[in-house]
């Protein structure tokens, strides 16, 4: 018999980002199921032995692990139902919120709910999506496998290594196999400038000898049963290679860390529109999604620097979901009112996260946080001014922008609300908050 | 898909009588006077230098036109090396002293083919494969088209087999327990001008027997597929083209020849052919020699290698490369029939031109392409492969290079008529030859095994009592797909087993059972690549990301070795080198 279970909110995903939510949705009173997929939670976290977690939520640098146990313990005292090695087959939404198929080793499960939460985290950008060449020997490895391999399974990847891209894991990956006895021959960053934290390219290469070649990338693989070596080159500014500057270099291992993406397979099966900048759902600042019901946090929406960032949007979208369903039930199955303004960002953003607000009320004058992205890296002082409405709410001068660095901001959409009702409502551009940036506070 | 006369002068179609001289005249006007022309056996023998490999195939197909038994091409071509057929590492005395009444050499889907149509017949037969699996070269590498048989030549083996391959791989692939689908190709119009070839296809079509063609109205094909660009003046239907899995066919064909008595030997190399007289007497290979009544030469692009073994090198082969790229899976509802838009000027009997191919799994195939290359196993992507691709994706305004999620590449191998060779060599008596199945050899694959196993079976008569083997069962061993079940089936199934409910490959939704099935089965995969192959665990759009350890973790465990000696594709591709420091202590 298929077993079917009813409750408020379902979460999927138990990484940092469905454990926050689905504790607070619980301690919002809802009730709460999380289907994980693998046999433990914590996600992604249980892989990163490194610390520096945990700065901004507890003031902690805390190891991965560490991080995620605080999360893990939390909810398993809060009582939440989770399944685990469990994968949704299908998703719908429905009249009453939303179904799932699940299935797991007892079986298929039919999960309805009234609202979903969407924590599915990111996956890493394949050897092919960047286009390398070559055959398809053993020994190319996206940066987190590797990192799967030796920090959970014990398992030594290769012996001579190079790095293609620079992001975080990659640089993390450098650190640690140079630690492991590996040789890192160095990082490989086809762009002019690092894409991880500058404080990852100090400590995880510069400190280790581990050279940086910005502007370079492999062009080819060589070996056919495993890696006997790549063919790297320089590019020019339009990231074309420069003819001449290849160079033949002798290593087992190419590990690549050249993006991630935001997994929203199940966000596009219950139509939920997706940011092409973000990659991830559109959000309004409670992180429900465009589609009523369907709440989306962490890496999911966009891809974050720190895991106490994921952590703060799924606390954010676990409450938000739960008192979603809750109004549900109270009003009789109808959706609670959203009044949802975009949040314009300018071109010097590569994107802002929310991308809309919601202001319907009640809000209690709630703050909501911001996020986002330079499109370029701006070094003499960018400023940054949010309005609505045509009035400034808030202006922010950066002595640095860089696109790897993610900002936040908070601010009190009571503000932003009566902003917008203050400005000239026959002008639509006056229903908009803006973002943009500029040298000086004038703008 | 259209000859086009002038395109192809140098290979006509009239049959000649074989003119040594004549030929040489002709190859020393377009190809220099440094290349000397011989006939040895009925073939035309070309020697000397080229500059490149291109010179040396043009050289090829030019003496092609002679009406010679075949070609030799033994031009060297400065800096690329005579390619050495490479024996696996695997080294012992499992074949040494063995009698097999029919011996196949290779493990590609011709082999296998024809391994189980001689399986419906009483007599030993041995599959030597020198990889650790079947269809690791060309029938894993092309985009699993069962084509119609519009594209061939008329009165080619190709055009023959090509049709007839068609109409046998339906009912071979529900025997098998194997997808098969129907799509039919829509080859567009670009011009006017294309648009009123119709009489010309429809023609071509008919003098092969292809089954079935319309004529479709540019309206009608925007009806039909409404995403394709605005810029097309109509198309040519072809309603029997069709589509499956090319190794997944190949296990299925292999398995199923094994569940009738044939012994598939993995990892063995035939190094020689021991000759006594006019006959094979001994297959030497790594793992010892075995006596053989016939041998089936279905050895691939190293066929006319095989067939040097025996002393009967009558042609030798050329190598064309072709690369694919597959799309993610969101691209499935993009379009409903095999799409091409080629251009009639520039194809010819080399090369069809490539298009859209929606796969049996539901995602969009891109390809091939078709360039002359040396490296019967020279697999390398190359970046203008993919640019070539661009044009095809362009097709349907649905699709963009984003969406690649992987690219491959094959080697068809060819002769220089560019037809196949299905025959008993009239040299040596117990050998059969099946080589330069190229493209559509795939289609073809069913047709050729019936004539190539008729033809194994004849000669096997002269030695033993041939009767047909009783009990012989059509099917393949079919273990469940939990995703396609319904949801109670499905949960029937993971209440048997459990192992049906863990999920490992989320993109393809591939459970723990399914890989266990793979690892356990009468052939089993040993692999990552070759549990790829049978459950598409790891082809999704993560490409192994996320299950890769999970897959190490279930192989390592079921086949009894250390979690980094798992391999991806045989000896020499383990995944990692030993256990960290951590996990030594």
Known sequence: MIRRVDTDVVVLGAGPAGLAAACAAIESGARVVVVEREERVGGILKQCVHDGFGVARYGLKLTGPEYALRDADRLASLGAVVMLEAFVSKAERTDGGCRLACVDRSGVVELTAGAVVLATGCRERTDRQVFIHGDRPAGIFAAGLAQYMINVQGLLPGRRALILGSGDIGLIMARRMTLEGMEVLGAHEIKSEPSGLSRNVRQCLDDYGIPLELSSTVTAVHGSRRVTGVTTARVDAAMRTIPGTERDIDCDTLILSVGLIPENEIARSLGVPIDTATKGPKVDQNMHTLAEGVFACG????????????????????????AYAASRLKTGGRAPERRLTPLDAGPGFLYAVPQFVDLAAPRRGELAAFYFRSRATETDGAVVRMSAGGTALLERRYPALRPPEMERFELDTDAIAEAIAEGDTAMPSDRRITLEMGRRSAL | MLVIPRRISHQESRPREP??????????????????????????????????????VAAGWTAAGFGFKGVVNDIVVAGVAEERLESPAVSDGLLEGAYFDVVVIGGGVIGSAIAR???RWDLSIALLEKECDVAVHTSSRNDGMIHDGFAAKPGTKKAAYNVRGNRLWEPLCAELGVDFKRPGSLVLFRSPWSAALYPVLADRARRNGVDGWELWSRSRVA????NVVADQHGGFFLPSAGVLSPYKATVALAESAMMNGVRVVLNSCVTGLDMDGGSIARVLTNRGAC?????????????????GMAGDRFFSLHQRRGTDAILDASTASSQRHILGMPDFLRMHSRTKGGGLVP???????????????????????????????EKHIRINGELSMSQVITYFSGVRPCTYEEDFIVEKSDRVANLVHVAGIQSPGLASAPAIAEDAARMAVEIASGFTATRPRSGWRPDGPASPEPRRLSPDGRNALIERNPAYGRIVCRCEEVSEGEIVDAVRSSLPATSLDAIKRRTRAGMGRCHGGFCTPRVMEILARESGVPLWAVTKKGPGSELCVGPTKGARS
Do not use: C, F
């Open chain 2, 291 to 307: 006596r053989a009544g016939v041998v089936v030469n279905a050895a691939g692009n190293w066929a006319d290698v095989v067939a």
């Open chain 2, 117 to 119: 149509e001689l399986s």
């Open chain 2, 19 to 56: 003119n040594a001289r004549k030929a040489a005249a002709r190859i020393h006007r377009l190809h220099g006077e440094g290349i000397a022309v011989s006939e040895a056996r009925g073939s035309i023998r070309l020697e000397g230098e080229a500059a490149s490999y291109g010179e040396k």
């Open chain 1, 299 to 322: 890496n999911a929406v966009h891809v974050n620097d720190l895991a106490d960032y994921v952590s703060e949007s799924g606390e954010t979208a676990g409450r938000s979901a739960a």
């Open chain 2, 359 to 389: 796969t049996v799994e539901g995602n969009v195939l891109v390809g091939p392409t078709a360039s002359e290359s040396p490296g019967r196993e020279d697999y390398a992507t190359r970046p203008g492969e993919l640019a070539e691709l």
């Open chain 2, 223 to 226: 009806a039909e597929e409404p």
